[in-house]
């Protein structure tokens, strides 16, 4: 690898750096201006040179500098809590990260193969490529859709303002595009306006976007309490803890007047048939007092199938008592992928419950608390292609999470701005009830409106407002951005093959 590069060990030191550099666009850091300065230097380097695999490598090694110090989380969450061994989890991170550092490898060595001598047409194939890869990374094997640069704007950046109308992807474009305008404005010369001048207008149209109410405000706010047990991730399956969990729900439950009261994910890790009746009939008339009603997180097994179960949302209260599956379960966590190859895990993991089914993927909002709220589990949140399943009908959005898993990481920070990121594209407030934090009221503008301190039980307690409209994000999900990411592509093929028939 280092051959290819002609032993410019310093090159590939700065680009790992680089992507090191990267992780402070995302939370807690939210410093958005730095992966355009990340990627305008990488990109730099990748126009500088001809060689598709010596770009490959310069793409990988980004990716391993973004991924090893982005998702260290991961680790936490192997060893830590999962009780695999330290060599192995060190492994298991390392190929993890090679294997999404594939992804920008590959479209730098797609880019560079093309062969493009226009700046703007490179710049625009550069971009296209980056979120075709991204969207390849967040799709196959069921996705991991993780430090999409687009998250990196989210909230406080101009470029936010693209949420609503292209999504997570296509900001992600928009910020490759400027980072590729920007190195060809310093390269070219500051007074090579035809660089900078698009570069500001993207940057000020974004910001004018802000302004556009793309949803209505729907009645009048409603009182919510998010509550955050704090029990440790070692202590909650033991049987010897359940009775303190469940009187900890208890008490906060029995300790709010809110109409919508939000528990996090398996709060009370029992299978729903065999909580005591008595206790969900108090808490479900506790709701019923407040004219609202109460979403508890637990386990369900399957009707006809012992060996089939679920991560379900329950509802108790005011309305019908409803029920919300998780559809898009965690791979090694929650199932196990390919089980005659990988059926080992398993056995190293000290996961409970790790082999869960799918809810249904057309789950419809539920009627709470005068609201049509939009539960997604988890994990979910980071699908916003499948969050827009739900819309326009529901007015609220709610995400239920465990991020003790993380541990003290950054993880949870930036699981937190993945919601603000669904808040922007839907146009409508993000609720999370987690297990040991964020928990966060988000509104409709990605902005974290209350928190409470991480590790701590505690209730959040305000108010939400439900929304109804629909942005474009909504109406439409990925398909223009990726259709855009298409047709760029196919320019770039014609382009590349009419000069070799020039050139012939």
Known sequence: MLILLNNSYVKLIIVYLLGVLTVLGFAPFYLFPVPVVTLAALLGYCHNSLSPIRNAVLGFCFGMGLFSAGVTWIYVSL???????????????????????????????LLTKL??????????????????????????????????????????????GFAPVIGVYGISMIVVFSAALLFFWIDKGIRQWRFGFPLMLIWFGGYG????????????????????????????????????????????????????????????????????????????????????????????????????????????????EQSYRKHHLVPFG???????????????????????????????????????????????DVFGEEIINQLPQATMLVNVSNDAWFGRSIGPQQHLQISQMRALETGR?????????????IDERGRVLQTIEIFTTAALHGLAQGFSGATPYVRMGNYPVLGLAGLLLCIGLLSTFHAARKNR
């Open 79 to 109: 060893h830590d809590f999962g009780a695999m061994p330290m060599p192995t989890a060190v492994v298991a991170l390392i190929i993890l990260c090679a294997y999404l550092s594939l992804f920008p490898a590959l479209g730098l060595w």
């Open 115 to 160: 062969r493009l001598t226009s700046p703007f047409l490179w710049a625009a194939l550069a971009a296209a490529l980056w979120i075709v890869f991204e969207w390849l990374r967040g799709t196959l094997f069921t996705g991991f859709p993780w430090l999409l640069m687009g998250y990196s704007q989210a909230p406080f950046s101009p470029l936010a």
């Open 209 to 320: 976007l802000q302004a556009i109410n793309w949803v209505q405000p729907q009645g009048e706010p409603v009182t919510v309490s998010l509550l955050q047990g704090n029990i440790a991730q070692d202590m909650k399956w033991r049987e010897d803890h359940l009775e303190n969990t469940m009187q900890t729900y208890a008490r906060l439950i029995l300790e709010s007047d809110s109409r919508l009261i939000v528990t996090p994910e398996i709060s009370i890790p029992l299978f729903s048939n065999v909580v005591p009746k008595s206790y969900l009939s108090h808490l479900a008339e506790h709701a019923r007092n407040n004219n609202g009603d109460v979403l508890i997180g637990l386990a369900e097994r399957a009707a006809h199938d012992d060996n089939e179960y679920y991560n379900t949302m329950f509802s108790f209260g005011s309305a019908p």
């Open 334 to 380: 929650e199932f196990i992928p390919l089980k005659p190859i990988f059926g080992w895990v398993i056995d190293v993991l000290q996961i409970p419950l790790s082999d869960f089914s799918r809810g249904s993927l057309d789950q419809q909002p539920m009627n709470l608390a005068g609201q049509r709220v939009a539960i997604n589990i988890c994990y979910e």
């Open 429 to 441: 407030y993000m609720l999370r009830a987690t297990n040991t934090g964020v928990t966060a009221i």
